[in-house]
């Protein structure tokens, strides 16, 4: 394993669980890290923590990586993978059991449950009562000769007063009292054995062992940050920075979660968002730009002004209206080609027969609609009609139903002639046709409308016309309004 170089001391990590697709919130994190390292010139590294075996799977490493990839944090190592470092982990437990910070505990479930009970019942908060701290190693052998699982627990002294300086939120506090007594670091740790090692403690390991400089996560990790430094102690291991990042709230101001429906990066994509701005949203969520750099900007600019000064300790609310402007000027900046590239696949998949259009009719046809995109997805809706001779809504249909509406677009379908027809062109057989079938133009470019995209609101009339006129089909859809 890469473990560092005294050059450049920055060195971040995320550390995802395999157990769920990517979610918003550690891909914020990931941010986050991603910003600090390329700030400072530092690495930016992963490992995939899927110890947990049972609810671990490689198809969610697959999707946390591609997500990532996905949206342009690149990683500067191999990851690592936690569970082929259970050794290592084994033999820091087994270093605590030597050093007398660690033990064995026999506790069953059924008597952690009562205990727990009994708390309650004194409106106590729950803990572990450290009820096998100083078992006799006779007494050990007999829980052992009944059969009991043993758990490894760290001892945790109450009186300690655990404090760190975290990068986010300042002086830190935490009193061992409110730990929750001995922690289990190992669970099914037979006699001999050690067993499978819990959380708190690989992360440790681990993070010591990769030379992690800065622990940047979610601020859900503050009570594992008091539990992790007594580690870092007890291993003698040199302790990491750490910066608590603010949850994402949802739009009531509780923790976002799966019943807020949108919360893995694959969704937002696949509602259409791009990468570019949902990395430039969730920089925001919770970092403000320095004054002059506005809210748009890529995470290279970003990562050049990045400072945890400039996070706030305070949730923050997801906004949907400020992702989709994000996304808007995203859209807004892609060049024609860039935007046919995004666009292609999903008119594909809405079947759209774009092999029969030419490139140059397609990049016209994102240079009309690009402007009033703000997802990807309306990308497809307001192509619809391009490609697919369109139904009538109710409102275009009344629109030709008033009268000499018919008539004005059959004055200018006899106009139209055989070549493709230009702007000022255009301008003209309008004008020329409403004279003949005297009607006023407002009239004739509303029925045109309608009668072309079979909806009333679109982009700009002319240039709709135009391109369609330059496939040839302009004169069927007139003509079957008519028909
Ligand atoms: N696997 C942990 C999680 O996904 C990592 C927490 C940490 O960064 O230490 O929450």
């Known amino acids: 394993m890469d473990s560092g170089s005294a050059a450049n001391p920055v060195r971040v990590r995320l550390a995802p669980s395999p157990t769920g697709t990517l979610h918003i919130g550690t891909a914020r994190t990931a941010v986050f890290n991603w910003l600090f390292a390329r700030r ?31 949206l ?24 605590l059991l030597d050093s007398g910070h660690a033990y064995r505990c026999f506790a069953t479930e059924a008597e952690l449950t009562a205990m727990r009970e009994q ?32 758990t490894i627990r ?43 090692p819990l959380y708190n403690l690989v992360v440790v390991v681990d993070d010591a062992a990769m030379a992690i400089s800065h622990v940047i996560r979610g601020e859900d990790h503050i009570a594992n940050t008091a539990k992790q430094l007594l580690l870092y102690e007890a291993l003698n291991l040199a302790i990491p920075k750490f910066a608590h990042t603010p949850l994402i709230l949802n739009q009531e101001g509780k923790k976002l979660s799966k019943r807020d429906g949108v919360t893995s990066v694959a969704d937002f994509q696949a509602m259409g968002y791009t990468a570019a701005a949902l990395a430039n949203y969730m920089t925001l969520l919770g970092w403000s730009a320095p004054e002059g750099m506005g809210e748009r900007f890529t995470l290279n600019q ?25 996304n808007g000027q995203v859209l807004h900046e892609l060049g024609s080609e860039q935007l ?57 249909l009344s629109q030709l139903q008033i009268p000499n509406a018919i008539s004005g677009l ?37 029925s045109l409308r309608a ?31 008519w028909l």
């Open 40 to 70: 400072h010139g530092g690495k930016f590294l992963l490992r995939i923590e899927d110890t947990d075996k049972e609810r671990s799977n490689p198809a969610f490493t697959a999707n946390i990586l591609e997500g990532l990839q996905w």
């Open 72 to 95: 342009g944090l690149d990683w500067d190592a191999e990851p690592v993978i936690q569970s082929a470092r259970i050794a290592e982990h084994r033999s820091a437990i087994q270093q």
């Open 119 to 150: 708390q309650a019942a004194l409106k106590q908060a729950p803990r572990y009562d450290n009820r096998h701290r100083n078992l006799s190693l006779a007494q050990q052998q007999e829980y052992s000769a009944a059969g009991r699982q043993a």
């Open 154 to 196: 760290f001892c945790i002294d109450d009186q300690r007063s655990i404090t760190w300086s975290d990068l986010v939120r300042g002086e830190m506090r935490w009193a061992g009292a409110d730990l929750g007594g001995d922690m289990v670091i190992a669970r099914r740790a037979a006699a001999d054995q050690i067993g499978d």
């Open 302 to 326: 970003a990562a050049a002004v990045f400072d945890f000064d400039r996070v706030n300790k305070a949730g923050a609310r997801f906004d949907w209206d400020k992702l989709n402007w994000l």
């Open 340 to 396: 046919e590239q995004q666009l292609q696949p999903l008119w594909q998949a809405a079947n759209f027969a774009i092999e029969q259009k030419t490139l140059a009719w397609r990049l016209k046809l994102c240079n009309l609609l690009g402007p009033s995109l703000t997802l990807l997805a309306d990308g497809v809706e307001q192509a619809k009609p391009f490609f697919v001779q369109p139904e009538l809504t109710p409102e275009a």
């Open 410 to 446: 059959q004055a200018l379908l006899a106009l139209i002639p055989d070549h493709p027809i230009d702007s000022s062109s255009a301008q003209q057989l309008i004008n020329q046709a409403c004279e003949a079938a005297g009607i006023k133009k407002g009239l004739l470019m509303k």
């Open 451 to 481: 009668a072309l995209l079979g909806r009333l609101q679109g982009p700009d009339l002319i240039e709709t016309w135009l391109l369609l006129n330059s496939s040839g089909d302009d004169r069927l859809r007139l003509q079957r309004c």
